[in-house]
């Protein structure tokens, strides 16, 4: 077997274990199941093609979200801050099932205030609350100090319990989540 082939099959071994993560990620920045399986593609075949530059420096989950991030910031930025809005019938996640179906209405209008948020609260609420990355792995992911994680996370999370059809206090957004 080549050095391609190994490149590939390796690949290939983390589509299968981090595809979920990925396309969860993406689907949350975006709210927009189509468009997301185009970029979870193109994430793996920017992993691929950037492999040789990879060299193991962060863990393989924190370098794909780093390139899904770049990804979905482009296609933010293509779409020149249109809103999206999405309904979310069945998303794979680490979020209690029964939790959801008990608090689906609080849950569609949380995916609803994250979508009006700025990219980078969303990409922190996202990465924190829903994909339970640390705060080192997503200061890693992000290029941020993990100040800053902690500081953005804070104002994102504050910014949504002001938002409209979030209770008093933001109580059910940790409930939510």
């Known amino acids: 077997m080549g050095l391609n082939e190994d ?21 949350f920045m975006l709210g927009d199941k189509q ?22 420096r962060s863990n393989i989950k924190t370098w794909l979200f780093s390139i899904a991030k770049h990804l ?18 069945e998303i794979p996640s680490p979020i209690n099932i029964e939790q959801y179906i008990e608090n689906k209405e609080a849950v569609m209008q949380l995916m609803d205030s994250i979508q009006k948020l700025k990219p980078n609260y969303r990409l922190v609420i996202i990465l924190k609350k829903v994909e339970e990355c640390s705060t080192r792995e997503i200061a890693e992911s992000l290029g ?20 409209k059809g979030i209770e008093e206090g933001g109580g059910r957004i940790e409930q939510t989540f």
């Open 35 to 56: 468009c997301c399986e185009d970029l979870v593609h193109d994430t793996f075949v920017r992993a691929y093609i950037s492999y040789d530059q990879f060299g193991n």
């Open 72 to 89: 979905v910031i482009d296609e933010i930025r293509k779409r020149k801050r249109r809103r999206l809005v999405s309904v979310v019938k």
């Open 7 to 27: 490149k590939q099959q390796l690949v290939m071994d983390w589509y299968e274990k981090y595809f979920d993560d990925v396309y969860r990620f993406i689907l």
């Open 144 to 163: 941020w100090s993990e100040a800053k994680v902690r500081k953005t996370l804070s104002r994102a999370l504050q910014l949504l319990k002001k938002m």
